[in-house]
């Protein structure tokens, strides 16, 4: 029985168990990769959160505030423009699966090709974005990757192009609520949002649980548009986090102590702060979730 | 039950081990730098040295060419030249591949960034005892070249070829502007600047005279403030930007010439022209967009591939008008070349290591072929170099006393600098309202991040 299941657990612990504990403890340390690590006890820890007289990390608030907003306003968007487009995925009686397709293939463009389309998409001068909004009179197209309060919207956008995986998770689940329960609410006199607040909501619970669940996950490891966006935007000797910090978000971060600075140990620590802060975040989700998420199998 | 336990057991213990060996091996294998008792082109044993380098394309081509120049003058020697494509990841690889001891022989490497930790960390070995035995000095390169291969006093590396940053003006709208030369100080700059600005009547711009972004191609707010004289650490390595005036001139400086355009329209500018379009044919210099442009000696070869027709000139970068001796000078860097901790030739790769970085045939031939600067004091005045007169004072500025890698080498690579940029995006962009309380926050957290790598 073990020696079936060695093959996972080697792989285990030389790619996952072993880094995860030599990175907890390199985040004890000061590691430049090259040298030997140098035990250090807290101070990294200390610099993070700025006590004890080692200074404060100046980007580490700015990076959570700013990766928390990705969540914050992300997250909801998604769930909700994800709804909504699977129900009216559901509603046409032909071509169902031509419709479904169109929407779902935004989700197949790399990450990088489709940040590099919405760079030159939202160019305030040359983008066709901005040329529509130009010629509206009246209206002051917003500057998009080029001013910190529109670059964050802008990566949100882009963003919301690319929720077919949602949408089909939601198409599942639109499809999935009995019947029956339509129909018995149809006796009782219900119009069509009490129809949507009093079943396809609370049956739709577990899949927007999930969709939450893994776009929070997703939402603390935010890295590859933001990288793309805010390097491609503004050039080749781009500063991090362009323009102005606004998006600089964690893993960004943790990125650059690690691969731009070589601070190793401070980057383990960056990370393994990110790890707990992600599993108290789903822990918490998962402990309300029995108030508001209802399964199918409790029904009867 | 439990039999499976040891099979179990044992299998991990080898997967540990050889992950233990993958990570730990950089310990044992060194063999010391310049060790060598007898003179290295003594042996003549065939050898086959391994060189790892990032050239792509035709100028791999023209490079492995030269290596066989290399091997018709010490015949015993066979290089096995390793082209690595993605030269942003190829010290990475480099590092990797020398602690897990499986580095090559000799490195060529196109950026001098990691030198602090190369020479610092005995990743890369002292030379200076192979250059003594040869007679090779540093002096017979530019006295910039010390600043990005010599780090804690160590000599670990070597340069071959390199980068070096000047002006380039329109001549075309210089004329219609009744400019008759170059600007030679930080005013007169300016002063042309405005003068060769064209603006839409909505105040947005249709030609810049010279944009002072810190992202617009190649320009950093250091380019500018070193032009001032800056330093950047003191002698006991703090940062000194609150206390060196010379940024805060700079910045100002900047700041004056953002606000003639309006930082709206050169921001706008920037999206339209800079960016991806840098290093491509609709660049804003050669598209006639901006006038003059802070740029590296490269542009000279793009422009007569790309617009042969343009009519531009190349000079000096402008100095601050209270240092004119500064004129002239500017920042440098480029291409090193370096024998590895654990090669398993370092004898021989000494002689590669110096062909590289000296033979005069090499250099000229790069720097006609490639387009970089030559390194070598006697090259620059060859007369086997054919290269435009536009490329002239770029070679000059490489020789110049006060030209330097900059901001310089530390042992945490070149990001040790981002306060400074996030500081001037803020600038820029008018949202500082205390220049000297923000550059004293900056110097703080330099030092502070810095200290994160800090060695006993």
Same mark, same amino acid.
């Given at each position: 029985?073990?020696?079936?299941?060695?093959?996972?657990?080697?792989?285990?612990?030389?790619?996952?168990?072993?880094?995860?504990?030599?990175?907890?403890?390199?985040?004890?340390?000061?590691?430049?990769?090259?040298?030997?690590?140098?035990?250090?006890?807290?101070?990294?820890?200390?610099?993070?959160?700025?006590?004890?007289?080692?200074?404060?990390?100046?980007?580490?608030?700015?990076?959570?505030?700013?990766?928390?907003?990705?969540?914050?306003?992300?997250?909801?968007?998604?769930?909700?423009?994800?709804?909504?487009?699977?129900?009216?995925?559901?509603?046409?009686?032909?071509?169902?699966?031509?419709?479904?397709?169109?929407?779902?293939?935004?989700?197949?463009?790399?990450?990088?090709?489709?940040?590099?389309?919405?760079?030159?998409?939202?160019?305030?001068?040359?983008?066709?974005?901005?040329?529509?909004?130009?010629?509206?009179?009246?209206?002051?197209?917003?500057?998009?990757?080029?001013?910190?309060?529109?670059?964050?919207?802008?990566?949100?956008?882009?963003?919301? *192009?690319?929720?077919?995986? !949602?949408?089909?998770?939601? $198409? /599942?689940? =639109? +499809?999935?609520?009995? @019947?029956?329960?339509?129909?018995?609410?149809?006796?009782?006199?219900?119009?069509?949002?009490?129809?949507?607040?009093?079943?396809?909501?609370?049956?739709?619970?577990?899949?927007?649980?999930?969709?939450?669940?893994?776009?929070?996950?997703?939402?603390?490891?935010?890295?590859?548009?933001?990288?793309?966006?805010?390097?491609?935007?503004?050039?080749?000797?781009?500063?991090?986090?362009?323009?102005?910090?606004?998006?600089?978000?964690?893993?960004?971060?943790?990125?650059?102590?690690?691969?731009?600075?070589?601070?190793?140990?401070?980057?383990?620590?960056?990370? *393994?702060?990110?790890?707990? !802060?992600?599993?108290?975040? $789903? /822990?918490? =989700? +998962?402990?309300?979730? @029995?108030?508001?998420?209802?399964?199918?199998?409790?029904?009867? | 039950?439990?039999?499976?336990?040891?099979?179990?057991?044992?299998?991990?213990?080898?997967?540990?081990?050889?992950?233990?060996?993958?990570?730990?091996?950089?310990?044992?294998?060194?063999?010391?730098?310049?060790?060598?008792?007898?003179?290295?082109?003594?042996?003549?044993?065939?050898?086959?040295?391994?060189?790892?380098?990032?050239?792509?394309?035709?100028?791999?081509?023209?490079?492995?060419?030269?290596?066989?120049?290399?091997?018709?003058?010490?015949?015993?020697?066979?290089?096995?030249?390793?082209?690595?494509?993605?030269?942003?990841?190829?010290?990475?690889?480099?590092?990797?591949?020398?602690?897990?001891?499986?580095?090559?022989?000799?490195?060529?490497?196109?950026?001098?960034?990691?030198?602090?930790?190369?020479?610092?960390?005995?990743?890369?070995?002292?030379?200076?005892?192979?250059?003594?035995?040869?007679?090779?000095?540093?002096?017979?390169?530019?006295?910039?070249?010390?600043?990005?291969?010599?780090?804690?006093?160590?000599?670990?590396?070597?340069?071959?070829?390199?980068?070096?940053?000047?002006?380039?003006?329109?001549?075309?709208?210089?004329?219609?502007?009744?400019?008759?030369?170059?600007?030679?100080?930080?005013?007169?700059?300016?002063?042309?600047?405005?003068?060769?600005?064209?603006?839409?009547?909505?105040?947005?711009?249709?030609?810049?005279?010279?944009?002072?972004?810190?992202?617009?191609?190649?320009?950093?707010?250091?380019?500018?403030?070193?032009?001032?004289?800056?330093?950047?650490?003191?002698?006991?390595?703090?940062?000194?930007?609150?206390?060196?005036?010379?940024?805060?001139?700079?910045?100002?400086?900047?700041?004056?010439?953002?606000?003639?355009?309006?930082?709206?329209?050169?921001?706008?500018?920037?999206?339209?022209?800079?960016?991806?379009?840098?290093?491509?044919?609709?660049?804003?210099?050669?598209?006639?967009?901006?006038?003059?442009?802070?740029?590296?000696?490269?542009?000279?070869?793009?422009?007569?591939?790309?617009?042969?027709?343009?009519?531009?000139?190349?000079?000096?970068?402008?100095?601050?008008?209270?240092?004119?001796?500064?004129?002239?000078?500017?920042?440098?860097?480029?291409?090193?070349?370096?024998?590895?901790?654990?090669?398993?030739?370092?004898?021989?790769?000494?002689?590669?290591?110096?062909?590289?970085?000296?033979?005069?045939?090499?250099?000229?031939?790069?720097?006609?072929?490639?387009?970089?600067?030559?390194?070598?004091?006697?090259?620059?005045?060859?007369?086997?170099?054919?290269?435009?007169?536009?490329?002239?004072?770029?070679?000059?500025?490489?020789?110049?006393?006060?030209?330097?890698?900059?901001?310089?080498?530390?042992?945490?690579?070149?990001?040790?600098?981002?306060?400074?940029?996030?500081?001037?995006?803020?600038?820029?962009?008018?949202?500082?309202?205390?220049?000297?309380?923000?550059?004293?926050?900056?110097?703080?957290?330099?030092?502070?991040?810095?200290?994160?790598?800090?060695?006993?």
């Amino acid at each position: 029985m073990l020696l079936l299941l060695s093959p996972w657990i080697i792989g285990f612990c030389v790619f996952t168990a072993v880094p995860m504990v030599l990175s907890l403890y390199y985040s004890f340390t000061h590691y430049d990769i090259l040298t030997t690590p140098r035990w250090v006890g807290l101070d990294n820890y200390r610099y993070m959160f700025g006590v004890g007289g080692l200074g404060q990390d100046p980007n580490f608030w700015l990076s959570v505030k700013n990766t928390l907003w990705i969540i914050v306003f992300g997250v909801p968007l998604r769930i909700f423009f994800g709804i909504i487009t699977a129900m009216l995925l559901v509603r046409p009686k032909r071509g169902n699966n031509v419709y479904r397709t169109l929407f779902f293939m935004p989700s197949m463009a790399p990450k990088v090709g489709a940040a590099l389309v919405f760079v030159y998409l939202f160019n305030p001068v040359t983008g066709p974005i901005n040329r529509v909004l130009d010629s509206i009179p009246g209206v002051t197209a917003p500057l998009w990757f080029y001013d910190p309060s529109w670059a964050k919207p802008a990566l949100l956008i882009m963003g919301l *192009w690319g929720i077919g995986d !949602a949408i089909v998770i939601y $198409t /599942a689940g =639109l +499809l999935d609520v009995p @019947r029956q329960l339509y129909e018995a609410i149809a006796i009782e006199g219900a119009n069509r949002w009490q129809r949507f607040r009093y079943v396809t909501l609370p049956m739709l619970t577990p899949v927007i649980f999930f969709t939450l669940i893994i776009g929070v996950i997703d939402g603390f490891q935010y890295f590859d548009q933001a990288f793309v966006a805010g390097n491609t935007a503004s050039g080749q000797s781009s500063t991090l986090g362009n323009p102005q910090g606004s998006l600089l978000f964690y893993s960004l971060w943790i990125y650059q102590q690690a691969f731009v600075d070589f601070h190793m140990g401070y980057a383990s620590a960056l990370a *393994w702060v990110l790890f707990v !802060a992600t599993m108290c975040v $789903t /822990a918490v =989700l +998962l402990l309300t979730s @029995r108030r508001w998420v209802h399964y199918h199998g409790n029904l009867s | 039950m439990r039999s499976q336990w040891r099979a179990l057991c044992a299998l991990l213990a080898l997967a540990l081990v050889a992950l233990a060996a993958g990570c730990g091996g950089s310990s044992g294998s060194s063999s010391s730098g310049g060790g060598g008792t007898a003179a290295p082109s003594e042996d003549k044993t065939p050898v086959t040295l391994t060189l790892w380098h990032p050239w792509t394309g035709d100028e791999k081509k023209i490079f492995e060419a030269q290596l066989k120049t290399f091997e018709a003058q010490y015949p015993w020697i066979t290089v096995k030249a390793v082209g690595y494509p993605d030269s942003d990841t190829f010290d990475d690889q480099v590092i990797k591949a020398i602690k897990g001891g499986n580095g090559p022989d000799a490195v060529l490497s196109f950026g001098p960034d990691y030198d602090g930790q190369y020479c610092s960390s005995g990743l890369m070995q002292e030379l200076s005892s192979y250059m003594d035995q040869d007679g090779v000095s540093i002096d017979q390169f530019a006295p910039a070249a010390i600043t990005y291969t010599q780090f804690d006093d160590k000599q670990c590396m070597l340069p071959s070829l390199t980068d070096s940053f000047g002006l380039y003006y329109n001549k075309d709208m210089f004329a219609k502007a009744g400019i008759t030369s170059p600007p030679k100080t930080m005013t007169e700059l300016m002063d042309d600047a405005k003068k060769l600005t064209v603006k839409n009547s909505d105040g947005t711009i249709k030609v810049a005279g010279f944009v002072p972004l810190q992202d617009f191609e190649q320009l950093g707010i250091y380019d500018l403030a070193r032009m001032w004289g800056a330093k950047f650490f003191d002698d006991n390595g703090d940062p000194v930007l609150s206390s060196d005036p010379a940024w805060a001139s700079a910045l100002q400086w900047q700041k004056q010439m953002i606000d003639y355009y309006g930082y709206d329209n050169i921001i706008k500018f920037n999206a339209a022209y800079g960016g991806d379009n840098e290093f491509s044919a609709s660049n804003a210099f050669e598209t006639g967009k901006v006038a003059m442009m802070f740029d590296g000696e490269w542009r000279t070869a793009f422009i007569k591939r790309e617009h042969p027709e343009l009519n531009y000139g190349t000079a000096f970068f402008p100095a601050a008008d209270d240092h004119p001796d500064l004129y002239g000078s500017q920042r440098v860097g480029g291409t090193v070349v370096g024998i590895p901790q654990g090669s398993k030739h370092p004898d021989q790769a000494w002689l590669l290591v110096k062909f590289l970085s000296t033979d005069p045939g090499y250099i000229t031939t790069m720097a006609n072929q490639v387009g970089n600067v030559p390194t070598t004091v006697d090259t620059a005045t060859s007369p086997d170099l054919k290269l435009p007169p536009t490329f002239q004072p770029f070679i000059d500025v490489w020789q110049n006393k006060d030209s330097s890698f900059f901001p310089p080498l530390t042992t945490a690579g070149r990001g040790y600098f981002l306060p400074l940029q996030q500081f001037v995006d803020k600038w820029q962009a008018g949202n500082v309202s205390d220049l000297q309380s923000g550059l004293e926050q900056v110097d703080e957290q330099i030092k502070n991040n810095l200290a994160l790598g800090d060695q006993p």
